[in-house]
């Protein structure tokens, strides 16, 4: 899903123009990427949580010359799926392989 196919279903199902439903997918990034950047974990219950990990820094290797490269510490964003929506996955994940396989 693409962040415009996003803004349609939200408009589709909340009966908002796009142009509303645009911007109101744009303050809820907004407001995650700015939580983010302040340090905070962001919950979302029964989706997962979102927060900030910091990878340190390291050696590696430049895969064109092969020359060893400084990598300086950065800040990653880690996303950590929550128990209902992997259950979720795996229980239509489940249904397609099964409804798929030609078994009746």
């Known amino acids: 899903m693409t962040k415009a196919e996003l ?22 990034f ?3 990427i700015e939580a983010l950047n ?3 974990k962001i919950e ?4 997962g949580s979102f927060r900030v ?12 010359t092969g020359m ?4 300086p510490t950065k800040r990653v964003p880690y996303f950590k799926p929550g128990k209902e929506l992997k259950e979720l996955i795996n229980e239509s994940a489940s249904e397609d ?8």
């Open 7 to 28: 803004v349609e279903e939200v408009a589709r199902a909340a009966e908002l123009t796009k142009k509303d439903a645009e911007r109101l997918v744009e303050i809820v």
């Open 30 to 32: 907004e407001s995650m």
């Open 38 to 40: 302040r340090g905070e």
């Open 44 to 47: 979302l219950r029964g989706f």
């Open 53 to 64: 990990r910091e990878r340190s820094a390291r050696r590696g290797r430049n895969p064109k």
């Open 68 to 71: 060893p490269v400084d990598i």
């Open 97 to 104: 392989w099964q409804g798929g396989s030609g078994v009746s």
